[in-house]
């Protein structure tokens, strides 16, 4: 069975500090994706990865998949409350289906004003 | 373009109550799927469609849960009968052929 491990599960920082947040496998992927789950709502995509190695930059969130496209990273400058939220990471088989779509259990991250 | 749309967006029902949950994608996606969201599990993949036509349903619990989608612009999920560990978020989701998932807002469900 494919396993994505996101690491830290909970996050708690104030506003203006940075963080850096893992979702590693033994299993490597054709893409990665990143979504952020507000309360009360859907996860909403942020960012699709697709190259190993390859660096996408949304504003303050940098996102890095591994060269082996085996993990990736989120890291995020100057935190804002408005960050705040479950990000998870999901991981797309190679020659599967959209259907083989594999998420983590998401990295809970809170941003105190 | 509305997005997904899920009814009921909770639900408090007893033990052994039937449940449906309702799902209607975005116009144009091809592709369904039907997630469940517990602290403990993260979000698991119950059952997704392609054109109408039930996919994989590998991730459905047991025979208890039963999904259809008649048409391009509707889909349920049914629980019958419910137990209390089917407690949680319930997600449909839709897509074209570009990989991303489009969620809706969730169904709660609670059964006591």
């Known amino acids: 069975t494919q396993l994505l491990e996101q690491s830290p599960q909970f996050l708690s920082i104030q506003e203006g500090e940075n963080l850096t947040v893992y979702c590693n496998s033994s299993?490597?992927?054709?893409?990665l994706q990143w979504y952020r789950q507000e309360p009360g709502e859907g996860p909403v995509l942020l960012v699709t990865?697709?190259?190993?190695?390859e660096v996408k930059k949304l504003k303050r969130l940098t996102f890095q998949f591994g060269d082996a496209r085996k993990d990736s990273s989120l890291h995020i400058t100057a935190a804002q409350p408005g960050d705040t939220g479950l990000y998870l990471c999901a991981g797309v088989n190679y020659g599967g289906s959209q259907g083989n779509l594999i998420f983590g259990k998401g990295t809970k991250l809170s941003v105190k004003p | 373009d509305a997005g997904v749309i899920q009814s009921p967006r909770h639900e408090v029902t007893e033990m052994g109550q039937e449940v449906t949950l309702r799902c209607k994608p975005i116009?144009?996606?091809?592709?369904l799927f039907w997630y469940r969201q517990t602290m403990m599990r993260g979000l698991e993949l119950l059952i997704y469609f392609n054109n109408n036509v039930p996919i994989d349903d590998s991730g459905m619990p047991e025979d208890r849960f039963s999904a259809k989608m008649p048409n391009a612009s509707f889909s349920t999920l049914k629980i019958q009968p419910s137990e209390p560990r089917d407690s949680a978020v319930y997600f449909c989701?839709?897509?074209?052929?570009?990989?991303?998932?489009?969620f809706g807002e969730g169904s709660r469900l609670t059964v006591l």
């Open positions: 990865v697709v190259t190993g190695g």
């Open positions: 116009s144009g996606h091809d592709y």
């Open positions: 989701a839709s897509t074209p052929r570009t990989g991303e998932l489009f």
């Open positions: 299993s490597v992927f054709s893409s």
